[in-house]
């Protein structure tokens, strides 16, 4: 089992709807980050918490630590937003480590 | 002019090449990481990097080498390419343990 799960593995939407992606981790971890992959492109880090609830435009995560639970919402979704997100988490007790899950392929539709 | 800049970003070899990626960050970060990417496999760690004078293994290291030459440049090495190390290569920075990840856009490699 890996030690960081997401789902779903892929997901289409229409412009305009709410997208949520999930990640469940099994670890204890210090810190836990959302990427993003455009197709063909570099990976660009959007979100990096430990607790509670960030928002940057129209993209909120929420982590539950106790629940060992992380989502990221997509507000008003656009064809822009179409990418791979990546959930990643920094294990405790490890200072270099970071656990990758496999990602979530997200297509908006017009 | 981008945090983290990887060259070659597109490379086709041969096997038993030598082949190396660098990769440069305008960050003034301390830790610097190489990871390769497959299709359906995610992000896994090959070696990292806390200084200058510090290099680790990470979970994948065999068959490749590295090199921090100074705090802004570290490079990656496969001394003999083989075809099952085509993939796509990432280098990624931050500052300590908790910071922000700075990736670079990534460096394809083909062995035939």
């Known amino acids: 089992k890996n030690e960081v799960e997401q789902s779903p593995q892929n997901l289409t939407a229409q412009e305009g709807e709410f997208i949520t992606i999930n990640c469940s981790y099994s670890v204890g971890i210090s810190a836990l980050h959302w990427l993003q992959q455009h197709p063909g492109g570099g990976i660009v880090s959007l979100f990096m918490?430990?607790?509670g609830k960030k928002k940057h435009g129209r993209l909120i995560a929420t982590i539950n630590i106790q629940e060992k639970h992380s989502s990221l919402h997509i507000t008003a979704s656009h064809p822009r937003d179409s990418a791979v997100y990546i959930c990643?988490?920094?294990?405790?007790?490890?200072?270099?480590?970071?656990?990758f899950g496999k990602g979530t392929l997200l297509t908006v539709n017009p | 002019d981008a945090d983290v800049t990887q060259t070659p970003r597109n490379r086709i070899t041969k096997t038993g090449k030598r082949i190396m990626l660098e990769c440069s960050q305008t960050k003034g970060h301390d830790r610097m990481y190489w990871y390769r990417q497959d299709p359906g496999l995610g992000l896994r760690l090959i070696y990292y990097?806390?200084?200058?004078?510090?290099?680790n293994k990470g979970e994948i290291s065999d068959g490749y080498s590295v090199s921090r030459q100074a705090q802004a440049k570290f490079s990656l090495s496969l001394e003999s390419a083989i075809p099952n190390q085509t993939a796509l290569y990432f280098c990624a920075t931050t500052n300590g343990g908790f910071g922000e990840l700075f990736f670079g856009e990534g460096s394809r490699l083909t062995v035939l």
């Open positions: 990097s806390f200084d200058v004078k510090d290099i």
């Open positions: 990643a988490v920094s294990v405790r007790g490890s200072n270099y480590k970071l656990t």
């Open positions: 918490l430990s607790s």
